[in-house]
């Protein structure tokens, strides 16, 4: 039986928080278990070079992301797990992608827009700082995509337009070359929880707000302590809808834990006390991962290991099809 294909990349730009947690890496490390389906996971090295030019940062990134996955138990045995930079298929094929995608396409990308957009409004050039790296993202993951034959596409919303525009690049090769490409699909759970950060908002780096994964025990603690809440005293009802700490504690807690809670804010449960119960809770799920993750950090050779290995996997299946590929567009031995 063949088995369903599912991709996700992670662009290497930043330290895993909870949000990334909750929200992505804990359902796709889910999925990994899944026999039905084979999963492609990848660092989008080559996509943190759109918005970030400080190499140091974008190795860190790299070993951190990587040592995560890792330690949170993804079944490297069965999936494939690898870095875009190493499966030099991917550059190739995005070249080859970007002769068959339309460049009124490319205008219309949110990310692209929104950069002009910005220029517009200050009134700059509407091209200021707009690198043909950004303006040809959508392209480069249209080819992360592609390269795998991924049917489906876990993604957040932010991400849907990227998929329907690699759809629009398969059809669009498919029609002039022949059946080349399955034709992806982004799956945007509305089960996986979004986490918001400690002011209320989304927890996202952008808004600075985030709590790091795997931080020590005590700064563990000492974000959370950070949580914005009100000023109600002890002993007076609190509102657990309204409040970040309840939500922050559902996303972790089963329904039976969630609903304890839920009385607990109603007979008022002091901040302090609630805080220090959701850092008990996080810190349970999280602190075997923990140490597994600082000892990978130690040893970035078995990380590294780990890497080079998918990437055989993964040029196992790129290699196969990018020979198919130069074939149809004409390029190959005479
Ligand atoms: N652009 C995605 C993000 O920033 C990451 C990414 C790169 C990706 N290539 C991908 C996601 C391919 C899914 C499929 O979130």
């Known amino acids: 039986m063949n088995k369903l294909r599912v991709l996700t990349g992670i662009t290497t730009t930043g330290t895993p928080h909870l949000g990334n947690y909750v929200g992505a890496i804990k359902p796709a490390i889910a999925a990994s278990q899944d026999e039905n389906k084979l999963g492609f996971y990848f660092l989008a090295d080559l996509h943190a070079l759109i918005k970030c030019h ?20 993804l079944n490297t045995e069965d999936n494939v797990f690898y870095r875009q930079s190493d ?22 990308a949110h990310a692209y827009k929104a950069a002009v957009d910005k220029n517009l409004e200050e009134g700059e050039d509407p091209d200021k700082a707009v690198t043909m790296g950004l303006y040809s993202y959508p392209v480069l993951m249209a080819a992360d995509i592609l390269m795998f034959n991924a049917q489906h596409v876990p993604v957040g919303k932010d991400q849907i337009q990227h998929v329907e525009m690699a759809r629009d690049i398969a059809a669009r090769f498919n029609h002039h070359f022949g059946e080349t490409f399955a034709l992806p699909e982004a799956i945007v759970d509305s089960q996986v929880e979004t986490l918001v950060g400690l002011d209320g908002r989304k927890m996202s780096k952008s808004y600075n707000n985030t709590i790091p994964l795997f931080l020590p025990e005590k700064q563990l603690r000492k974000h959370i302590n950070k949580i914005l809440t009100n000023l109600l005293e002890p002993g007076e009802p609190k509102d657990p809808d309204s409040s970040a700490v309840f939500q922050i504690w559902q996303a972790f807690a089963d329904e039976e834990k969630t609903a304890w809670m839920r009385q ?28 597994r993750y600082n000892a990978l950090m130690e040893e970035p050779g078995i990380i590294e290991n780990a890497l080079q290995q998918g990437a055989e996997k993964a040029r196992a299946h790129s290699a196969e099809l990018m020979g198919r590929i130069r074939r149809s567009v004409g390029i190959y031995p005479l």
């Open 54 to 73: 400080e190499p140091e940062k974008v190795h860190q990134s790299t070993k951190e992301i990587a040592a995560t996955w890792l330690a949170l138990g």
């Open 87 to 108: 499966v030099p298929e991917i550059s190739e094929l995005s070249w080859i992608l970007s002769c068959m995608a339309a460049k009124g396409l490319m205008n219309r």
């Open 264 to 291: 607990q804010f109603v007979e008022g449960i002091a901040w302090g006390e609630a805080k220090k119960q959701l850092f008990e809770l996080i810190n349970a799920e999280i602190k075997d991962a923990r140490e």
